[in-house]
């Protein structure tokens, strides 16, 4: 009788443990999702206004420190207008802004890694032709980086990721201007490689 007792307790404890578990990670999700709600209005009044005067010599002198590792990329405005050039249609200095996102993505933490994944979305987004051809020459690592920013974005829209990520590769691929095989089965990839990742975030 006394270890049926004591089993019965430890199997309250085990369900109380886990729904406590649940509610947290509910909870979080909750939260993150508002908080990603103002950043996803943030980026897109970016892309979406680009004609706002800005420094471009203190941008690029800036971006540059980050490239010879003089200064680290955090949440501050010179690290968000380093990223906000990629966005910026007709720009001269793409591919030098892109190798500062790609030092930014690879050293990003805290605060400046939770709005990562939206410039990534943003640039494969609004540049599908570049993005996909310099994603073809990373290393396995730094595609697998990239794919995993584009999944924390994806997993907040559970339980709908799956159809949210078809909806937005599908916009993608509507916009490559030379559609040929190699890109499609590329951008193919990147959307595969992506369900798989948002689906082992939500299942963590």
């Known amino acids: 009788m006394k270890k049926l007792l004591q089993l019965i307790l430890f199997i309250q404890f085990a369900l109380l443990s886990c729904n406590s578990k649940t509610e947290k990670k509910t909870e979080s999700k909750k939260s993150y999702s508002t908080e990603k709600v103002k950043q996803n209005r943030e980026v897109n009044e970016i892309e979406e206004n680009k004609t706002v005067k ?11 420190q980050i490239l010879e590792n003089k200064i680290s990329p955090s949440d501050d405005d010179e690290t968000f207008e380093c990223m906000n050039q990629l966005l910026i249609e007709n720009q001269k200095d793409l591919d030098f802004y892109f190798n500062v996102f790609r030092v930014i ?31 073809s020459e990373f290393k396995l690592e730094e595609q697998q980086r990239f794919i995993e920013f584009m999944a924390y974005e994806f997993y907040f829209t559970e339980p709908e990721h799956i159809a949210e990520i078809n909806q ?11 559609n040929t095989e190699p890109k499609r089965k590329y951008l193919n990839s990147i959307k595969e490689l992506t369900k798989v990742a948002t689906k082992k975030i939500i299942e963590e």
Request: hydrophobic residues 35%; glycine residues 6%.
């Open 54 to 64: 800005v420094d471009t010599a203190k941008i690029k002198k800036y971006a540059q």
């Open 105 to 135: 993505v690879k050293k990003s933490d805290g605060a400046l890694s939770e709005v990562i994944g939206q410039y990534v979305m943003g640039l494969l987004k609004s540049k599908p032709d570049f993005f996909i051809e310099q994603y």
């Open 168 to 178: 937005y590769f599908t916009e993608v691929n509507s916009r490559i201007k030379q």
